[in-house]
């Protein structure tokens, strides 16, 4: 069974500008939420999609946004892109929304110059 | 306001010797606890988890133990081997994913021979 896939697993954008990072989850996990890792802050949640409707949000500015199709794949956008967005993302994928294990993807490491 | 610590940066152990990593939470509403281990460049990969009405849950070499009325968790690493060597991550849950998973800083395992 295929695990998570995050892609790209590297990007280099230029400040105000805008990206998009896609996740597969688990066949048959309907649940993905998104992290942002950073060496200063750790591992912080910043939302979680389960049938398609965001259930829960992080606190992070309205900048991240994320959406889920109806296969479960997700896709989060960051727009005007600063250089503290620099980090490694990561999505995480359950077979339901609530306390079950998440199993994560290798990230995106994303760079804003 | 951290919600899930981990007080101890990096931690040293000798190969064959128990490893024991640390977990406090101030959250009394979590009622569902991981631990997770992450090797550079990849992402976090499940290892344990225990729910608020055990004490106690066992996995092979990997044991986590929960004291609810002290907030605090430990994962027991019996015997350590020099493949554990890795950054160990607690988080923790409410009830229906409340807020996603909360995560701790991590503390840097290594394993000696």
């Known amino acids: 069974k295929a695990g998570v896939t995050q892609t790209p697993r590297y990007l280099i954008k230029t400040r105000g500008q805008q990206v998009t990072l896609s996740c597969s989850p688990i066949s048959g996990h309907r649940s993905v939420s998104w992290y942002q890792q950073t060496p200063g802050q750790g591992l912080q949640f910043l939302f979680e999609?389960?049938?398609?409707?965001?259930?829960n949000k992080g606190n992070f500015p309205g900048r991240f946004s994320g959406r889920q199709f109806s296969n479960s794949r997700s896709e989060m956008n960051v727009s005007t892109l600063e250089l503290g967005d620099s980090a490694l993302y990561l999505c995480?994928?359950?077979?339901?929304?609530?306390?079950?294990?998440?199993?994560f993807g290798q990230g995106t490491r994303l760079t804003v110059v | 306001d951290q919600q899930v610590k981990q007080n101890s940066p990096s931690l040293s152990v000798q190969e064959g010797r128990i490893s024991i990593l640390n977990c406090d939470y101030t959250n009394s509403m979590f009622d569902y606890f991981l631990w997770y281990k992450k090797y550079p460049a990849e992402g976090p990969t499940f290892l344990i988890s225990i729910s608020s009405i055990k004490d106690k849950n066992e996995d092979g070499r990997f044991t986590v133990f929960l004291n609810k009325s002290a907030k605090h968790l430990s994962l027991h690493i019996v015997p350590s081997q020099p493949g554990d060597s890795a950054v160990y991550f607690c988080a923790a849950s409410e009830g229906g994913g409340a807020d996603g998973l909360t995560f701790g800083k991590g503390t840097h395992l290594i394993i000696q021979p």
């Open positions: 999609y389960f049938s398609e409707t965001q259930r």
């Open positions: 995480a994928s359950s077979l339901a929304w609530g306390n079950t294990e998440a199993f």
